[in-house]
């Protein structure tokens, strides 16, 4: 054979070898796109009314009549008890600084000398204390970047004893007496240099310390709250207290949410407060959390007016204790399923086996709403329980009740559902 034959051939054989490739791209590309497919996802929706807040409390002023400087020695959002000392006043800030240094050494102390006496009672393992060291860095973080700086000196005060603990574990540290004596050493100079306070504030009653105010304190009586309408809320102001107010207790957990809402919302609350169902609130300035809520009353001058929404909640930190006005949003109800175009949605039948008189085995059928499932090559049509309708999409309950459907079977989780496809049917194998 020569050079020239066998060049041709190989050419030849090459073409050959190309355009199959391409005919089984190509073909590939048909049969792939023969059904498109969108898989199932858990989702969550919620119906929600977006308004502003003017948060409403029973709250009482704590005033100073003492002159001096102020050490408090509780923290914002505390729980007080009545008559409860919540700070110190002293002759100047000297002394009210060496009052607080003392007050932390002590608390070190008496922390060091629990770790040294209960260590060998109740020793824990070295991954524990691992693990309490990094849960409380990640405490002091979480703390400092929502702006939570008590919580943040609390979590720095524990991390400091976990790292001791640690250090009694791998016999870094026998016993911590030497820095018991320098502590104690430091509290000692500190009390020589100090004078003692001068007088003291107590609280009012009992509840939840706050130190600030705002002068809304006292705009409206909780005991009148269905009586507040939308001129009442848009003409509240503030009014600043007289005397020396230095803060104040918030005496009751049970608070109170006052906004706008429209005619065609209050109808929808309505509804809610005669099941006696109870909401969510989002306040995202003052807690990350849903925050449970139950409708107090809808004030309104006519049904086809604009009216005032009550909630009561009982639910509260620090945040909420010091907020007023506030953009919230109501949550009045949440629908979650399995997530599914609305174009996969079809009509066909379903099957299930029933005994008839005779207690034989029949099969019966319903045409029913539901979508086609691509189970390997095969498509398998399975009934849907609608829960929420979109616009372009539903939510599907995976688990509905019994009776619901028509066989008791639906879609699974990351089933794969056909969102586009020609001459559908059940049983059709795709190629």
């Not at 050419?11 to 490739?21: F, R, T």
């Not at 240094?101 to 393992?125: C, F, P, W």
């Not at 008590?150 to 016999?171: F, H, P």
């Not at 399995?338 to 086996?353: C, F, G, N, P, T």
């Amino acid at each position: 054979m020569d050079k020239l034959l066998f060049k041709r051939i190989l050419i030849g054989l090459l073409i050959i070898g190309i355009v199959s490739y391409i005919i089984y791209l190509f073909a590939g590309s048909n049969f792939s796109k023969a059904v498109e497919t969108e898989e199932t996802v858990n989702t969550e929706i919620s119906d929600t009314i977006y308004t502003d807040a003017f948060i409403i409390r029973n709250e009482k002023y704590i005033e100073n009549n003492v002159s001096g400087v102020l050490s408090f020695n509780v923290n914002n959002g505390d729980n007080v008890s009545v008559d409860q000392n919540i700070a110190d006043i002293y002759q100047d800030e000297n002394d009210a600084v060496a009052r607080q240094k003392i007050d932390a050494l002590t608390k070190q102390i008496k922390a060091l000398k629990t770790l040294g006496e209960s260590y060998y009672k109740d020793s824990i393992s070295l991954d524990t204390a691992n693990t309490q060291i990094n849960n409380n860095i990640y405490s002091i973080k979480s703390s400092v970047i929502s702006g939570d700086l008590n919580s943040a000196k609390t979590s720095t005060d524990d991390l400091l004893m976990s790292i001791c603990e640690r250090q009694m574990i791998t016999g870094d540290a026998k016993n911590f007496k030497s820095k018991i004596s320098e502590l104690r050493a430091q509290r000692d100079k500190y009390e020589a240099s100090s004078s003692e306070s001068i007088g003291a504030i107590t609280t009012p009653d009992a509840g939840y310390f706050v130190s600030e105010f705002d002068g809304f304190e006292n705009s409206f009586d909780v005991s009148k709250l269905k009586k507040i309408d939308l001129d009442d809320l848009n003409s509240v102001k503030s009014i600043q207290p007289d005397g020396n107010v230095i803060g104040k207790v918030v005496s009751d957990p049970e608070w109170y949410i006052a906004c706008k809402i429209t005619s065609d919302e209050s109808i929808m609350l309505s509804k809610i407060l005669n099941e006696g169902s109870s909401i969510n609130v989002l306040m995202s300035s003052a807690s990350n959390k849903k925050i449970p809520a139950s409708i107090y009353s809808i004030n309104q001058h006519g049904k086809d007016k604009d009216g005032v929404l009550i909630l009561s909640c009982d639910y509260m930190n620090n945040y909420i204790a010091s907020a007023r006005k506030e953009p919230v949003e109501i949550i009045t109800s949440t629908y979650s399923g399995l997530k599914v175009s609305k174009r996969a949605i079809h009509e066909d039948y379903v099957k299930k086996e029933v005994k008839d008189s005779d207690g034989k085995s029949v099969e019966k059928k319903k045409n029913v709403q539901g979508v086609y499932v691509l189970h390997g090559s095969e498509l398998i049509f399975k009934e849907i329980s609608i829960v929420y309708s979109g616009s372009d999409y539903v939510i599907c309950n995976p688990i509905p009740e019994d009776g619901v459907l028509f066989n008791g079977e639906t879609i699974e989780l990351y089933d794969q559902v056909v969102i586009k496809g020609d001459n559908l049917y059940d049983g059709k194998v795709i190629r």
